[in-house]
């Protein structure tokens, strides 16, 4: 443990040394040289635990009430330590490129890196917390480091509002959090989470479910599940494009890791929670994919599939859950790893497909999707790699999104001896992640199409060109570990091996057999992947080498025209038309036209955008509301003098017949 309080101590000294009083490129280096010392402090100790070498425990006497502040590294925690910390240094490497602009400038560009700095640090506290109170510390550190992260661009309007959208959204997610902590502190006496363990396992009813139902809000708010999502989208689009990346892909996953943490302290659940928790993740998935069919806004189109993604990886817990339950060992292997897979796998691919999203932003100035185009023979390598974590987040092969969601359908569908009526649900939810797949594969295609493909669709847009070599080392980087852990899936099976275990510890007697099995599955779909990669990158080799037979070159007859314009291609909005028309009712569509009039026309415009179903209508009960106040208080006339004696007497009223009840009835 003296190695992590070093990598925290290493973390907070380079924060301090961000802000001094110095040029913003020694502020950045100050930063990235911390994070990656403390990265390799912390890996040095985590790796091994993850692979199977003994937890490690330390403690902090303090004075009471806090009492004695525990520490332990298990294998879940060095499992999302083990990606985690290297994925915010290649964010931290990414900011260089895209914040280059601002480093001659007068911004403070150190108070950027010493916010990464935190947000690195609260991931050593949250995954290493065995005492609530740290688990609270890290929690809020993350959340006021990324909403800080988020406003970076604070002079916006817009960014302000989204901003303070993701910080009540949050801190109303903590809300549920201390509720559920005071509940479980109040019956165990102790902030320790062995002993929250402890009281869950031995008291199953009404109040062990209430606890359950408050974690998953307060973690469902984290993780940004429908229909806790509606800040996402908001503070996807105003952030930086690495801040959105180490959101979607790094920070968010924080929820995830404390689901699965109070499931594994639960031990075993009962049956319900498994099946709340496969319909809660279900929905998600489904409403998540079908948003990201209808944006215009390249990051907030990534930004629903973070919620669909949760979503998916919520199943395979689910399935889990239920393993636990029913007592089936292979259920329990099957959930979890597949869950904790799509968690790793999740945060490759996304963080690659913003940083792809970045770079466009960069080159171009505008993710509107309507009016970009053509920027695939402009950005050869940016379009490589957003087409490669497109194919992953479909779910395709070979590449590693496909080897998650396997694992996890593997789950759904099995030949385990269950009731016939739960092999009837756990199908139907297999078939609903299959829509979610083919909803995912027209989205990304959709948004690949209409951005790199075809010709510029807004002639007011300079001629792009690719980014710098700061901001395609770590997409590429990201995206060679899509490749790698599609056709060696193997790999990743290793990291969540360990996690797996702690699961089926909770079943007495439990062999590994199904662990063994699995691996040897993956190794075979492993082996197919690698098969197609090759298969695939020999065609684009002789594709790119010989080309094909030269074509000769003439004017085209092509009906009064000879070089299509942006008339003739298809727009974001009509490429989704008719597949969203039958989810009018989810997906709420809003036109703004201006149809020519007369002889002459000036020209007109029609613009359609997707709205948030569940934003609008928060913001439309809370305007109601407030104008509800504006009208009581009118007709109260407040400034009465008479309404606050008649108000105190009341509230006098209700306080003495609380005391009175305490001391009678309610004793």
Known sequence: MNVLLAAQVLLLAGALACLLPVRNRLRAAFGLLSQGLAMLLVLSVAVPVVLGGAPLEGELAWAHPVGTLKMRLDALGGFFLAWSLPMTLLGSVYAVGYLQR????????????????????????????????????????????????????????????????????????????????????????????????????AHPGAERNLVFLLL????????????????????????????????????????LYALVRFILLIGQPDEWMGWF????????????????????????????????????????????????????????????????????????????????????????????IERLGGLARLMPWTAVSFVLGGVAIAALPPLNGFTSEFVIYSGLINGQPIAAWAKVALAAAAAGLAFVGAVSALSITRGFGVVFLGAPRDPSIERPQEVSRWMLAPTLLHAAGVVVLGVAPVLGLALVEGSVRLALAALPGAGTQALDALGGTLTRIGALSAGLAVAVAILWWQRAR??????????????????????????????????????????????????????????????????????????????????????????????????????????????????????????
Request: glycine share 10%; proline share 3%; with cysteine.
């Open 102 to 201: 601002h480093f001659d400038g007068e911004r403070h560009v150190g108070v950027h890196y010493a916010l990464l700095n935190l947000t690195a640090l609260s991931f050593v506290l949250v995954y290493t917390a065995d005492h609530a109170l740290v688990f609270l510390l890290g929690w809020e550190i993350a959340a006021l480091a990324a909403w800080l992260l988020v406003i970076w661009d604070y002079p916006n309007q817009k960014v302000r509002f989204a901003g303070f959208n993701y910080l009540v959204s949050t801190h109303i997610g903590l809300i549920f959090l201390v509720a559920a902590f005071m509940i479980l502190y109040t019956h165990s006496a102790s902030w320790e989470m062995g002993s929250f363990g402890r009281w869950l396992q």
């Open 216 to 255: 998953l809000a307060s973690f469902g708010l984290k993780s940004a599940f429908f229909p806790f999502h509606s800040w996402l989208p908001r503070a996807h689009a105003a952030a930086p494009a690495h801040v959105s990346a180490l959101m979607s892909g790094v920070i968010h996953k924080a929820g």
């Open 277 to 368: 928790l496969i319909g809660f993740s279900l929905l998600s998935a489904v409403i998540g994919a079908l948003y990201t069919v209808g944006q215009r806004d390249l990051k907030r189109l990534l930004g629903y599939s973070s919620t669909e993604n949760v979503g998916i990886a919520g199943i395979g817990l689910g399935v889990g859950c239920l393993g636990l339950a029913w007592g089936n060992p292979a259920l329990v292997t099957l959930g979890f790893a597949g869950g904790l897979l799509h968690v790793l796998n999740h945060a490759f691919f996304k963080c690659q497909l913003f940083y792809a999203a970045g770079a466009v932003y960069q080159a171009t100035h505008t993710v509107d």
């Open 546 to 667: 010989f080309g094909g037979p030269a074509a000769a070159s003439h004017v085209t007859w092509g009906c009064g025209y000879t070089a299509p314009n942006t008339r003739m291609q298809y727009t974001g909005s009509s490429f989704s038309w008719d597949f969203s028309q039958p989810f009018r009712g989810v997906m709420v569509l809003l036109r703004r036209q201006h149809a020519p009039e007369g002889y002459f026309p000036k020209d007109g415009h029609l613009v359609t955008d997707c709205v948030d179903a569940v934003e609008r209508r928060l913001f439309s009960v809370i305007r109601h509301g407030d104008e509800s106040a504006t009208e009581l208080s009118r007709r109260l006339r407040e400034d009465d003098p008479r309404l606050a004696f008649a108000a105190a007497l009341v509230a006098i009223i209700l306080i003495a017949g609380v005391i009175a009840l305490a001391g009678g009835a309610l004793r």
